[in-house]
């Protein structure tokens, strides 16, 4: 221990011999101090990761049915990923392989979510893309399955949507991990 080290260590010791605390229970305070800091720091940075790619100044009408009304309009695969947070198989989807010149939109409420070119072959078994229409979708922590994961909702129905994982390609590297069930397709106009 360097000379400078020894007097601070020192003084410390003196210190909590004044206040009647061991050096065993100062360090007790230490690590639940930092444990505690630790824990803030990691919610702060997950705060900070479920609003990066969410730029949302816009207020949309929010879409509000009942379970009822939802089952009327959606089919049985729909209802149950759409409000029950349910997942399609990997590589069942229509839009896994679907690469044509359009939008997605939310099979929900028609809200647009995913521009064409935004669309990319990620392997995973699902529709994934690197980035969403700005201010179509939130992005809510997901602690299911003992996971801690990103779920992407739609803005306008509160739909469950898939999630968002940081191993995407530039330039957002984010994989948006999308449902084909939550999702419609509208192609672009053909331009002549």
Not at 5 to 19: D, E, W
Not at 43 to 71: F, P
Not at 79 to 87: A, D, N, P, S, V
Request: proline share 4%.
């Amino acid at each position: 221990m360097s000379g400078l080290l020894k007097y601070h260590f020192s003084v410390l010791c003196n210190y909590l011999n004044q206040l009647n605390i061991s050096l065993s229970s100062f360090s007790l305070i230490v690590f639940y101090f930092f444990l505690f800091n630790s824990s803030i720091l990691s919610q702060n940075l997950l705060n900070q990761k479920s609003i990066k790619n969410s730029n949302q100044t816009k207020q949309l009408k929010k879409v509000k049915k009942t379970e009822d009304e939802w089952k009327k309009t959606l089919s049985p695969e729909e209802f149950r990923i759409l409000r029950e947070k349910g997942t399609e198989r990997a590589f069942t989807g229509k839009y896994d392989g679907h690469f044509e010149d359009g939008t997605y939109l939310c099979t929900g409420c028609d809200n647009p979510l995913f521009k064409s070119e935004t669309k990319y072959r990620s392997g995973c078994g699902w529709p994934a893309f690197y980035d969403v229409v700005p201010e179509s979708v939130e992005e809510v922590e997901d602690k299911s399955f003992g996971m801690n994961r990103i779920e992407i909702i739609c803005k306008k129905c509160d739909g469950h949507l898939g999630h968002v994982f940081e191993d995407g390609p530039n330039p957002t590297g984010l994989r948006y991990c999308i449902n084909s069930a939550a999702m419609d397709f509208k192609p672009n106009d053909k331009k002549e």
